[in-house]
């Protein structure tokens, strides 16, 4: 490998942990309440103001101001291809 690989790597690596690190902050108030604060009471609300993060296996990931993540399950296995249209419109860092 040469120094022009190895360059190209390291930027990747930084940018991929620059896009991760990141919150967004432009359409979500910071008096909302918290994921934590909705475990504690064991209410959960019909419409959440969250954060995209991306997907894990049958589960899409959501994070809030504090970083808590949450993870909601959009399809039935992975063989589960109709389900994965739900997700074309997401974009990581991102209000929901």
């Known amino acids: 490998m040469n120094f ?6 390291i930027i990747l690596f930084v940018l ?7 919150k967004y902050e432009k359409d979500i ?7 934590n604060e909705f475990k504690k009471s064991g209410e959960y609300p019909e419409d959440w103001k ?5 997907k894990e296996s049958d589960f899409v990931v959501f994070y809030d ?5 949450i993870y909601f399950k959009y399809r039935r296995d992975h063989l589960d291809r109709e389900s994965e249209k739900k997700t074309v419109g997401f974009i990581s860092g991102t209000g929901i």
């Open 29 to 35: 108030s910071t008096t909302e309440k918290r994921i």
């Open 4 to 9: 022009n690989h190895g360059l190209i790597i």
């Open 50 to 54: 969250l954060f995209y993060r991306g």
């Open 65 to 69: 101001l504090d970083g808590t993540e």
């Open 16 to 22: 991929n942990s620059l896009l991760y690190s990141q």
